[in-house]
């Protein structure tokens, strides 16, 4: 069974890819500080989601 920190930190990283998508990095970094993630993880966070949305605007 997973920890309380870990269900905290797996629900930040989620939620940090979705804000970054909609309200921006800044905003998703915020929230991803607050939820107590190293920063490598969240620099990692907001480079994948980067990808996807690039990714995503030149398949359409």
Do not use: H, W
């Amino acid at each position: 069974m997973k920890s309380r920190t870990d269900l905290i930190r797996e629900a930040a990283v989620r939620n940090g890819i979705q804000m970054a998508r909609t309200k921006g990095c800044l905003a998703a970094t915020g929230m991803m500080m607050k939820a107590g993630l190293p920063y490598t993880t969240i620099i990692r966070v907001l480079f994948s989601s980067n990808k996807r949305l690039e990714d995503s605007e030149t398949s359409e």
